[in-house]
């Protein structure tokens, strides 16, 4: 979920037991026009479920998949596990989260994680939300989500499992924070260490709107850790400060980590409104820093200004778009150390649409250079997502809509593009198309034509694996599907 002002009722904790969730086969499919793009999103494990409506104007969508992310395994990049949400709410999260498995990077299998009562064994929640994975030095999978509740509870939890046996199946369920009205927990991410094994960080914001109304909203950033391959989670406490400021929040939580130093990086939105909660008054990204694998942090530094704007159909500005906006992408070069953060900002269309923007750091972070495009001039691109390879060729994935033809209101024609940047240096740049041009407004609506929040790009070994959600059109109980793809840098 996104939440960027309090939210009203919500969602709930889960059992600590012991996930079981069979492996059931899903053969993927070569995406037409999409070149090495594969489908790991085959049927639809909850589709008697019938638990979740919020009220009478609930709609759920079958068989779509969306906001998904990936993990390889460091010691073969061939193990793969991706997670996507199944079933989209239009009033928020899913009937649950679900995963794909592979051993060859090409044919996957169906795993269903257990964070809502849609799944087999799953957690005590209505739906789920915000799938992340990452696979630990050791090959361990560790995956988290968010459980809420609508009706039954004001619930909001933080979720963890641990798979052993690539994403086939899933144990250790944790409940690593739970709360109820009036605080509300968001935008959960997490980073396995990838020096430290059994190490893993999970990082969300927490929502504090007591009491209900305007000037009362504060959202730190928190933070829990697994020292144990995650079978216990510390107790969660606040690393990230929102100080004196009134209605301010932190979002996008993420932990990036250099290999050479074992030096923690979490970037995140700050973001202050209005004394109404009305509107933004002022947003930037910034980071925080641990030398000490996450036991103490440093002040935050300001990384760059957030100039995104609404995300919107410039064809029909009524139609609201849902995309990656407030959510930072970063990465850092596993031989350089230098940083670098992807993210939408209007700064190169002067405030009319958001473009992919890239800034980057050599020292650490404590310095940041100027706003650079990466996507191309005069068309909205959104969702970015990057990572560094072995050899320093900076890679980034979005979509935009170069395809849209002026007057078209009917259709809004997208696709995700690669580009890399050779030691991020942009007269290098390369760019290719990796999946079919298809239409966005065939989406679930959820607060926008909905493809998820963000979408996922890891580096793997010479190359980058992306994993991204596109559309089908005339496809009622399949609007979206999940796929994913391996490419070579240069």
């Known amino acids: 979920m996104r939440v960027v002002l309090p939210l009203t009722a919500v969602t709930g904790a889960a059992l600590l037991l012991v996930a079981f969730t069979g492996a059931t086969p899903a053969a ?23 638990i979740g409506a919020r009220s009478p104007d609930s709609v759920v969508y079958p068989g779509t998949e969306v906001e998904p992310y990936l993990a390889v395994d ?14 989209r709410w239009n009033d928020g999260a899913a009937r649950g989260l679900a995963a794909s498995w592979s051993e060859d990077g090409r044919t996957f299998h169906r795993s269903t994680l257990p964070f809502s009562l849609c799944a087999p064994g799953g957690a005590d929640f209505e739906r789920a939300s915000d799938p992340w994975v990452s696979t630990g030095p050791d090959g361990t999978v560790y995956a988290s989500g968010e459980g809420v509740d609508f009706t039954k509870s004001t619930r909001s939890a933080l979720l963890a499992v641990t798979s052993r046996d690539g994403g086939r199946t899933w144990r250790n369920l944790t409940t690593t924070h739970v709360d109820e009205q009036p605080f509300f927990n968001d935008k959960p991410s997490l980073t396995a260490d990838p020096i430290r094994e059994g190490t893993a960080y999970q990082v969300w914001d927490r929502l504090d709107n007591d009491p209900p109304g305007p000037s009362s909203l504060d959202g730190p950033g928190y933070i829990s850790i697994t020292r144990d391959g995650g079978r216990t989670w510390s107790k969660a406490r606040p690393f990230v ?74 064809n029909d500005p009524a139609k609201p778009l849902r995309s990656a906006a407030t959510l930072p992408s970063p990465a850092v070069d596993p031989k350089t150390g230098a940083l670098y953060m992807a993210y939408e900002g209007s700064d190169f269309s002067g405030g009319a649409f958001d473009s992919v923007q890239l800034v980057r750091s050599t020292d650490g972070g404590r310095t940041w250079g100027n706003p650079e495009l990466i996507s191309p001039e005069g068309v909205p691109a959104f969702s970015p997502s990057i990572a560094v390879d072995e050899r320093g060729t900076v890679a980034l994935t979005y979509n935009d809509l170069r395809h849209l033809e002026p007057g078209d209101t009917t259709t809004l024609p997208t696709a995700w593009q690669l580009t890399t940047l050779p030691h991020g240096d942009l007269e290098h740049r390369t760019e290719r198309r990796i999946s079919r041009v298809f239409d966005w ?50």
């Open 74 to 87: 460091p010691r073969d990049p061939q193990r793969v596990v991706t997670v996507f949400q199944q079933d």
């Open 28 to 50: 993927a499919d070569r995406n037409p026009d999409g070149g090495a793009l594969v489908r790991v999103s085959e049927g639809d494990p909850y589709a008697n479920c019938t």
């Open 441 to 490: 407004l065939e989406a679930p609506f959820a607060g926008g034509y909905f493809l998820g929040d963000y979408q996922g790009l890891v580096a793997d070994g010479k190359g980058v694996r992306a994993v991204v959600t596109e559309t089908h059109s005339d496809a009622p109980r399949s609007r979206t599907d999940v796929y994913t793809g391996r490419f070579r840098t240069k």
């Open 241 to 314: 400060e929102t100080g004196s400021v009134p209605n301010t929040q932190t979002i996008g939580h993420l932990i990036v980590v250099d290999r050479r130093t074992g030096t923690l990086y979490d970037f995140y939105d700050r973001i202050t409104a209005s004394p109404d909660l009305g509107t933004v008054v002022e947003a930037r990204y910034e980071m925080v820093t641990s030398t000490d694998s996450g036991e103490t942090w440093s002040a935050p530094v300001v990384v760059a200004r957030d100039t995104s704007v609404p995300e919107v159909d410039p």
